[in-house]
């Protein structure tokens, strides 16, 4: 029977009360799939400045190095806002992603048909479903690049890079050409090609690459249509790829639309297979302990997990098909309409177990 190493990072907030529900439904799926899940606990963020004094332990990048993926709840808190910046649980966070060479975000922008109405955007708009995978490059662009402070005879200015080199763009490229060739087949390339010499550098790179992937429909947008078009018919997009800090803004857009931030997975991954799963919400610290927080963010990580690290696509459908069933009668409070049946996050993993 295959044996998975996962290393959890339960973080703080309601990281461990979220991570608890997905190990949950993990253990039901590696029952049903037959395979087996081992988990070592690693520290990261708040909880890791308060055991250790730092909040990236080198023993966690070694735990999640020796591992065959990494969930991660998530970090942060007013406990540790007075830390300096280099020792904030965040720190810790761009820490991980850079020790393990995590260069490709991949952020699906997905409504499901029950949550139609969270949606700010009109039903017309945004039709029966939206999925969008926005595949962000992650450890390049501009906030890596060369910055300082500098003065302009005398005023005082300062600067940062935006530099890429074909190698980066090629990677992330690849990733975005393999992901659209197990989806609908469409590319968005966004960039701002008509200002920034980076920019060209990354649609030649990317209409080179097409060429290996001739089934493969690639389009270009700049970034400021895109983000125009992702509110106006978010409907046309299939997978979008861009770079670090354009990605960053649009992942964010687009997660908006879906309208419930605890409903949206994200993986990070490297070249090899190992990634690290995680929901797009933050700590929650203002409903922390609780017991209320919506758990499905991070089941439905766990999901991706299978997909892109584990190579268990029938586990991963299973999970997203429970979680798109569950969300039909019950609800955690953040995502609560009348009728249905209210739920703390216990009971939430409890009902997508259930399902699987
Ligand atoms: P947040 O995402 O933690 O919370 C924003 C709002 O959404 C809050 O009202 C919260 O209660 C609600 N919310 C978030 N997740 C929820 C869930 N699963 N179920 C129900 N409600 C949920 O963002 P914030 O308040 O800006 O940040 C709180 C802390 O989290 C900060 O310290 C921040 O730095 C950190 N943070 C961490 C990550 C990460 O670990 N990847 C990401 C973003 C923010």
Redesign the pocket.
Known sequence: MKNYNITLLR?D??GPE?VNEAVKVLDKTADKFGFKVTYTDALL?GCAIDATGVPLPQETIDKCLASDSVL?G?????KW?SQPGSNR??AG?LGIRGALGLFANLRPAVIFEPLRDASPLRKDIIGDAMDIMIVRELTGGIYFGERGRTDDDGVPAAYDTEKYNVNEIERIGRVAFDMAMKRNKKLTSVDKANVLESSRLWRETMIRLSAEYPEVTLEHLYVDNCAMQLVRNPKQFDVIVTSNIFGDILSDEASMISGS??MLASASLNSTKLGMY??????????AGQG????L?TILSVAMMLRYSLDEPEAADAIEAAAAEVLKTTR?P?IYTEGMKKVSTTEMGDAVCALI
């Open positions: 973080g907030g309601i979220i963020g991660l998530a970090v942060g808190g007013p806002d649980p965040e966070l931030i605890g995680e929901p797009i919400h933050g700590s929650a610290p203002d409903i209320i927080a919506n758990p963010a955690t953040d």
